[in-house]
Protein backbone atom coordinates (compact mmCIF):
# COMPACT_ATOMS: atom_id res chain seq x y z
CA UNK A 1 0.00 0.00 0.00
CA UNK A 2 1.25 3.57 -1.08
CA UNK A 3 1.80 5.49 1.91
CA UNK A 4 -0.73 8.88 2.00
CA UNK A 5 -0.15 12.21 3.53
CA UNK A 6 -3.18 12.33 6.10
CA UNK A 7 -5.76 15.37 6.41
CA UNK A 8 -6.45 16.42 10.17
CA UNK A 9 -4.16 13.75 11.76
CA UNK A 10 -3.92 14.52 15.53
CA UNK A 11 -0.96 13.32 16.44
CA UNK A 12 -0.61 15.08 19.96
CA UNK A 13 -0.74 11.91 22.31
CA UNK A 14 -2.26 13.35 24.95
CA UNK A 15 -5.30 14.97 23.33
CA UNK A 16 -8.84 12.79 22.72
CA UNK A 17 -7.81 12.36 19.31
CA UNK A 18 -9.72 11.52 16.14
CA UNK A 19 -8.62 12.36 12.43
CA UNK A 20 -10.78 13.33 9.49
CA UNK A 21 -9.79 13.00 5.92
CA UNK A 22 -10.74 14.65 2.87
CA UNK A 23 -12.24 12.19 -0.02
CA UNK A 24 -9.98 11.64 -3.15
CA UNK A 25 -9.63 15.08 -5.13
CA UNK A 26 -7.49 16.88 -7.33
CA UNK A 27 -4.38 18.58 -6.40
CA UNK A 28 -4.71 21.81 -4.49
CA UNK A 29 -2.86 24.47 -5.27
CA UNK A 30 -2.58 27.69 -3.86
CA UNK A 31 -5.01 30.49 -5.71
CA UNK A 32 -3.49 33.00 -7.72
CA UNK A 33 -4.04 36.30 -8.11
CA UNK A 34 -5.84 37.81 -11.01
CA UNK A 35 -4.67 41.19 -11.71
CA UNK A 36 -6.20 43.55 -13.95
CA UNK A 37 -4.97 42.79 -17.80
CA UNK A 38 -2.03 45.68 -18.66
CA UNK A 39 -2.89 48.18 -21.44
CA UNK A 40 0.07 47.09 -23.09
CA UNK A 41 0.05 44.02 -25.62
CA UNK A 42 3.38 42.67 -24.61
CA UNK A 43 2.10 42.29 -21.09
CA UNK A 44 2.23 38.48 -19.39
CA UNK A 45 -0.10 39.68 -16.99
CA UNK A 46 -2.94 36.45 -16.97
CA UNK A 47 -5.55 35.57 -15.18
CA UNK A 48 -5.79 32.29 -13.21
CA UNK A 49 -6.85 29.35 -15.50
CA UNK A 50 -10.52 28.43 -14.74
CA UNK A 51 -9.51 24.84 -14.09
CA UNK A 52 -6.78 26.06 -10.98
CA UNK A 53 -9.56 28.66 -9.24
CA UNK A 54 -12.51 25.75 -9.75
CA UNK A 55 -10.24 23.45 -7.48
CA UNK A 56 -9.46 26.06 -4.90
CA UNK A 57 -13.23 26.85 -4.45
CA UNK A 58 -14.28 23.06 -4.42
CA UNK A 59 -11.31 22.53 -2.07
CA UNK A 60 -12.52 25.30 0.22
CA UNK A 61 -15.89 23.73 0.10
CA UNK A 62 -15.01 20.37 0.91
CA UNK A 63 -12.32 21.28 3.39
CA UNK A 64 -15.12 23.22 5.23
CA UNK A 65 -17.59 20.09 4.86
CA UNK A 66 -15.06 17.67 6.35
CA UNK A 67 -14.59 20.33 9.60
CA UNK A 68 -17.52 20.08 10.18
CA UNK A 69 -18.58 16.48 10.47
CA UNK A 70 -14.99 15.97 12.39
CA UNK A 71 -16.11 18.17 14.52
CA UNK A 72 -19.25 16.32 14.90
CA UNK A 73 -17.48 13.47 15.49
CA UNK A 74 -15.62 14.89 18.27
CA UNK A 75 -19.00 16.31 20.26
CA UNK A 76 -20.35 12.93 19.87
CA UNK A 77 -17.17 10.84 20.82
CA UNK A 78 -16.21 13.26 23.31
CA UNK A 79 -19.09 11.65 26.41
CA UNK A 80 -18.00 7.88 25.21
CA UNK A 81 -14.95 8.52 26.27
CA UNK A 82 -15.16 10.63 29.05
CA UNK A 83 -18.18 8.79 30.88
CA UNK A 84 -16.61 5.37 30.22
CA UNK A 85 -13.00 5.56 31.88
CA UNK A 86 -13.97 2.67 34.05
CA UNK A 87 -15.45 0.48 31.50
CA UNK A 88 -12.21 1.14 29.52
CA UNK A 89 -10.06 -0.54 32.33
CA UNK A 90 -5.92 -0.13 31.69
CA UNK A 91 -6.87 1.63 28.26
CA UNK A 92 -7.93 4.92 29.84
CA UNK A 93 -5.14 7.44 30.01
CA UNK A 94 -4.89 11.13 31.16
CA UNK A 95 -5.80 13.14 28.26
CA UNK A 96 -6.31 17.17 27.86
CA UNK A 97 -10.08 17.22 26.78
CA UNK A 98 -8.94 19.32 23.36
CA UNK A 99 -7.88 18.97 20.16
CA UNK A 100 -5.36 21.45 18.74
CA UNK A 101 -4.34 22.43 14.65
CA UNK A 102 -2.24 24.58 12.44
CA UNK A 103 -2.64 25.06 8.91
CA UNK A 104 -0.28 21.87 8.79
CA UNK A 105 -2.27 19.80 10.35
CA UNK A 106 -3.52 19.30 6.07
CA UNK A 107 -1.65 18.31 3.86
CA UNK A 108 0.73 20.65 1.96
CA UNK A 109 -1.99 21.13 -0.90
CA UNK A 110 -4.58 22.13 1.51
CA UNK A 111 -2.74 23.67 4.21
CA UNK A 112 -3.44 27.12 2.06
CA UNK A 113 -6.96 26.09 2.17
CA UNK A 114 -6.71 25.96 5.82
CA UNK A 115 -5.46 29.11 6.18
CA UNK A 116 -8.25 30.85 4.19
CA UNK A 117 -11.07 28.56 5.26
CA UNK A 118 -10.42 28.37 9.52
CA UNK A 119 -7.57 31.12 9.75
CA UNK A 120 -5.30 28.62 10.51
CA UNK A 121 -1.33 29.76 10.94
CA UNK A 122 1.83 28.37 12.02
CA UNK A 123 0.56 27.96 15.61
CA UNK A 124 -1.55 25.15 17.22
CA UNK A 125 -5.24 26.69 17.84
CA UNK A 126 -7.83 24.67 19.49
CA UNK A 127 -9.96 23.20 17.02
CA UNK A 128 -12.37 21.33 19.61
CA UNK A 129 -12.87 20.98 23.23
CA UNK A 130 -14.94 18.47 24.27
CA UNK A 131 -18.04 19.03 26.64
CA UNK A 132 -17.50 17.49 30.31
CA UNK A 133 -13.79 17.82 29.88
CA UNK A 134 -11.20 19.22 32.17
CA UNK A 135 -10.54 21.61 29.36
CA UNK A 136 -13.91 22.68 28.98
CA UNK A 137 -14.60 23.52 32.98
CA UNK A 138 -10.97 25.64 32.84
CA UNK A 139 -12.92 27.66 29.95
CA UNK A 140 -10.63 26.68 26.88
CA UNK A 141 -12.22 27.95 23.95
CA UNK A 142 -12.33 26.93 19.88
CA UNK A 143 -9.98 29.14 18.28
CA UNK A 144 -7.49 29.48 21.30
CA UNK A 145 -4.14 30.07 20.38
CA UNK A 146 -1.72 27.74 22.01
CA UNK A 147 1.35 29.57 23.61
CA UNK A 148 3.12 27.92 26.27
CA UNK A 149 2.19 24.36 28.96
CA UNK A 150 3.65 25.04 32.40
CA UNK A 151 6.55 27.67 31.63
CA UNK A 152 7.62 25.67 28.28
CA UNK A 153 7.26 27.13 25.14
CA UNK A 154 4.77 25.34 22.52
CA UNK A 155 6.19 24.45 18.61
CA UNK A 156 5.15 26.59 16.27
CA UNK A 157 5.54 25.56 11.80
CA UNK A 158 5.51 22.10 10.11
CA UNK A 159 6.39 19.78 12.85
CA UNK A 160 3.97 21.22 16.01
CA UNK A 161 2.18 18.61 16.96
CA UNK A 162 4.40 16.06 16.49
CA UNK A 163 6.66 18.10 18.69
CA UNK A 164 3.92 19.39 21.24
CA UNK A 165 3.63 15.73 21.89
CA UNK A 166 6.69 15.27 23.22
CA UNK A 167 6.30 18.62 25.80
CA UNK A 168 2.53 18.30 26.55
CA UNK A 169 2.79 14.20 27.09
CA UNK A 170 5.09 13.83 30.37
CA UNK A 171 3.12 16.80 31.64
CA UNK A 172 -0.25 15.75 31.51
CA UNK A 173 0.84 12.29 32.25
CA UNK A 174 2.58 12.98 36.09
CA UNK A 175 -0.10 15.81 36.54
CA UNK A 176 -3.21 16.61 37.47
CA UNK A 177 -3.22 20.18 36.08
CA UNK A 178 -1.74 22.02 32.85
CA UNK A 179 -0.87 25.47 33.68
CA UNK A 180 -1.50 26.38 29.71
CA UNK A 181 -0.77 29.82 28.56
CA UNK A 182 -2.91 30.85 25.74
CA UNK A 183 -3.92 34.06 23.35
CA UNK A 184 -7.15 35.23 23.23
CA UNK A 185 -8.22 38.35 21.10
CA UNK A 186 -4.82 39.60 20.59
CA UNK A 187 -3.66 38.95 24.53
CA UNK A 188 -1.80 35.99 26.59
CA UNK A 189 -4.48 33.84 29.23
CA UNK A 190 -3.41 32.02 31.61
CA UNK A 191 -6.00 28.89 32.38
CA UNK A 192 -4.79 25.83 34.77
CA UNK A 193 -6.40 22.98 33.01
CA UNK A 194 -7.70 19.74 34.89
CA UNK A 195 -6.28 16.27 33.00
CA UNK A 196 -9.47 14.23 31.86
CA UNK A 197 -9.49 10.54 32.57
CA UNK A 198 -10.52 9.20 29.39
CA UNK A 199 -10.79 6.23 27.25
CA UNK A 200 -7.86 6.53 25.05
CA UNK A 201 -8.76 5.15 21.53
CA UNK A 202 -8.06 7.33 18.82
CA UNK A 203 -11.19 7.78 16.48
CA UNK A 204 -10.79 8.15 12.67
CA UNK A 205 -12.95 8.60 10.03
CA UNK A 206 -12.66 6.64 6.67
CA UNK A 207 -12.59 8.36 3.59
CA UNK A 208 -15.01 5.80 1.75
CA UNK A 209 -18.92 5.75 1.50
CA UNK A 210 -18.87 2.14 1.80
CA UNK A 211 -21.52 1.73 5.18
CA UNK A 212 -18.95 0.25 8.00
CA UNK A 213 -16.73 0.99 10.93
CA UNK A 214 -13.67 -0.94 12.23
CA UNK A 215 -11.70 -1.54 15.04
CA UNK A 216 -7.89 -2.77 15.80
CA UNK A 217 -7.57 -2.60 18.87
CA UNK A 218 -5.99 0.91 19.44
CA UNK A 219 -8.14 2.59 16.78
CA UNK A 220 -12.05 2.90 16.01
CA UNK A 221 -12.92 4.47 12.50
CA UNK A 222 -16.34 4.95 11.15
CA UNK A 223 -16.69 5.63 7.47
CA UNK A 224 -17.79 8.71 6.12
CA UNK A 225 -20.98 6.40 4.45
CA UNK A 226 -21.76 5.30 7.79
CA UNK A 227 -21.87 8.42 8.99
CA UNK A 228 -24.55 9.93 6.49
CA UNK A 229 -26.26 6.49 6.82
CA UNK A 230 -26.66 7.04 10.95
CA UNK A 231 -27.77 10.59 10.55
CA UNK A 232 -28.35 10.96 14.16
CA UNK A 233 -26.15 11.36 16.81
CA UNK A 234 -27.61 8.74 19.02
CA UNK A 235 -26.97 6.28 15.78
CA UNK A 236 -23.36 7.40 15.39
CA UNK A 237 -22.94 6.79 19.14
CA UNK A 238 -24.09 3.21 18.33
CA UNK A 239 -21.82 2.22 15.96
CA UNK A 240 -18.76 4.43 17.69
CA UNK A 241 -19.62 2.56 20.98
CA UNK A 242 -19.37 -1.32 19.66
CA UNK A 243 -16.36 -0.67 18.11
CA UNK A 244 -14.82 1.06 21.48
CA UNK A 245 -16.32 -2.10 23.16
CA UNK A 246 -14.64 -4.68 20.78
CA UNK A 247 -11.27 -3.18 21.70
CA UNK A 248 -11.80 -2.85 25.12
CA UNK A 249 -13.11 -6.53 25.24
CA UNK A 250 -9.23 -7.32 23.13
CA UNK A 251 -11.61 -8.89 19.95
CA UNK A 252 -9.57 -8.18 17.31
CA UNK A 253 -6.40 -10.31 19.36
CA UNK A 254 -8.73 -12.79 19.76
CA UNK A 255 -9.93 -13.19 16.31
CA UNK A 256 -6.52 -12.20 15.15
CA UNK A 257 -7.60 -9.23 13.06
CA UNK A 258 -5.82 -6.71 14.18
CA UNK A 259 -3.05 -6.74 11.69
CA UNK A 260 -5.72 -6.95 8.66
CA UNK A 261 -8.26 -4.45 9.86
CA UNK A 262 -5.69 -2.13 10.90
CA UNK A 263 -4.37 -2.06 7.48
CA UNK A 264 -7.42 -0.90 6.41
CA UNK A 265 -8.03 1.49 8.85
CA UNK A 266 -4.31 2.84 7.83
CA UNK A 267 -5.61 3.14 4.00
CA UNK A 268 -8.76 4.79 4.09
CA UNK A 269 -7.57 7.44 6.44
CA UNK A 270 -5.39 8.90 3.54
CA UNK A 271 -6.60 11.72 1.45
CA UNK A 272 -6.31 9.08 -1.20
CA UNK A 273 -7.34 6.01 -0.33
CA UNK A 274 -6.83 2.88 -2.68
CA UNK A 275 -9.82 1.52 -2.59
CA UNK A 276 -9.37 -1.36 -4.61
CA UNK A 277 -8.41 -2.47 -1.47
CA UNK A 278 -12.09 -3.24 -0.57
CA UNK A 279 -12.71 -5.87 -3.54
CA UNK A 280 -14.27 -8.76 -2.02
CA UNK A 281 -14.38 -8.72 1.60
CA UNK A 282 -10.72 -7.50 1.85
CA UNK A 283 -9.49 -10.05 4.37
CA UNK A 284 -12.06 -9.76 6.79
CA UNK A 285 -13.51 -12.13 8.43
CA UNK A 286 -17.23 -12.44 10.28
CA UNK A 287 -17.12 -11.66 13.98
CA UNK A 288 -18.45 -14.55 15.92
CA UNK A 289 -21.84 -13.87 17.34
CA UNK A 290 -20.32 -14.41 21.01
CA UNK A 291 -18.01 -11.63 20.50
CA UNK A 292 -20.06 -9.42 18.73
CA UNK A 293 -23.17 -9.68 21.08
CA UNK A 294 -20.65 -8.97 24.55
CA UNK A 295 -19.50 -5.57 22.43
CA UNK A 296 -23.40 -5.20 21.80
CA UNK A 297 -23.95 -5.39 25.70
CA UNK A 298 -21.09 -3.98 26.44
CA UNK A 299 -21.59 -0.90 24.02
CA UNK A 300 -25.00 -0.05 25.07
CA UNK A 301 -23.80 0.71 29.26
CA UNK A 302 -21.52 2.62 27.28
CA UNK A 303 -24.07 4.54 25.47
CA UNK A 304 -26.56 4.76 28.81
CA UNK A 305 -23.24 6.18 31.14
CA UNK A 306 -22.60 8.82 27.68
CA UNK A 307 -26.30 10.31 28.17
CA UNK A 308 -27.47 8.80 24.69
CA UNK A 309 -30.84 6.91 24.40
CA UNK A 310 -30.26 3.80 23.83
CA UNK A 311 -33.83 2.80 23.07
CA UNK A 312 -33.11 3.39 19.21
CA UNK A 313 -30.69 0.86 19.33
CA UNK A 314 -32.14 -2.02 18.16
CA UNK A 315 -34.13 -0.47 15.18
CA UNK A 316 -30.95 1.12 13.87
CA UNK A 317 -29.05 -2.01 13.95
CA UNK A 318 -32.07 -3.77 12.25
CA UNK A 319 -32.17 -1.17 9.33
CA UNK A 320 -28.58 -1.49 8.44
CA UNK A 321 -28.96 -4.96 8.51
CA UNK A 322 -32.08 -4.36 6.04
CA UNK A 323 -30.53 -1.56 4.19
CA UNK A 324 -27.00 -3.35 4.04
CA UNK A 325 -27.21 -7.02 4.51
CA UNK A 326 -24.85 -9.99 3.78
CA UNK A 327 -24.74 -10.03 0.55
CA UNK A 328 -23.40 -5.99 0.23
CA UNK A 329 -19.61 -6.84 1.06
CA UNK A 330 -17.42 -4.23 2.80
CA UNK A 331 -20.14 -3.40 4.46
CA UNK A 332 -21.48 -3.63 8.41
CA UNK A 333 -23.81 -6.93 8.13
CA UNK A 334 -21.06 -8.40 6.00
CA UNK A 335 -18.13 -8.49 8.75
CA UNK A 336 -21.03 -8.77 11.42
CA UNK A 337 -23.80 -10.90 9.94
CA UNK A 338 -25.07 -12.60 13.34
CA UNK A 339 -28.33 -10.33 13.50
CA UNK A 340 -30.77 -12.06 14.91
CA UNK A 341 -28.57 -12.72 17.83
CA UNK A 342 -27.59 -10.01 18.33
CA UNK A 343 -31.04 -8.49 18.51
CA UNK A 344 -32.26 -10.65 20.99
CA UNK A 345 -28.83 -9.25 23.25
CA UNK A 346 -29.78 -6.24 22.58
CA UNK A 347 -33.64 -6.39 23.24
CA UNK A 348 -31.91 -7.97 26.91
CA UNK A 349 -29.34 -5.10 27.84
CA UNK A 350 -31.82 -2.40 27.04
CA UNK A 351 -34.47 -3.67 29.33
CA UNK A 352 -31.82 -3.94 31.66
CA UNK A 353 -30.34 -0.96 31.61
CA UNK A 354 -34.15 0.47 32.30
CA UNK A 355 -34.53 -1.46 35.34
CA UNK A 356 -31.60 -0.01 36.64
CA UNK A 357 -32.16 3.68 35.31
CA UNK A 358 -35.64 3.48 37.00
CA UNK A 359 -33.97 1.74 40.35
CA UNK A 360 -30.82 4.39 40.18
CA UNK A 361 -28.55 1.80 39.95
CA UNK A 362 -25.36 1.86 39.00
CA UNK A 363 -24.59 1.49 34.81
CA UNK A 364 -22.53 -1.31 35.20
CA UNK A 365 -22.63 -4.24 32.52
Known amino acids: MNK ?38 LSTATEAPPQVTAKMAAARQQLSQMVALQDRLYRVAGPLLINNADL ?17 SYPGEFSDAAAAVLNYSDRLEVATVLAGSGAARAGLRKGDILIAADGKLLPVGVNAETEAAAVLGPLVGNN ?36 NAYSDGQRVMITRGMVNFAQSDDAIAYVLAKDIAH ?12 YTVGGIIDNLIAVRPDLSML ?17 DNLSLYMVARAGYNVAG ?12 PASVLNGYTANHPAVSYRLSV ?3 TVSAIRSKQASSQPLLP
Open 4 to 41: MNKFGTLSLVPLIAASVLLSACSTFQSQPSSPEPAPSV
Open 88 to 104: CRTQARNLLGFTAKNKY
Open 176 to 211: KFLNLTVQRGGANQQLRVPVTRACAFKIDIGNSDNV
Open 247 to 258: NVLGHAATTKQA
Open 279 to 295: IGTAGVKPMPQELDAAA
Open 313 to 324: ARAFWQRLSTQY
Open 346 to 348: IDK
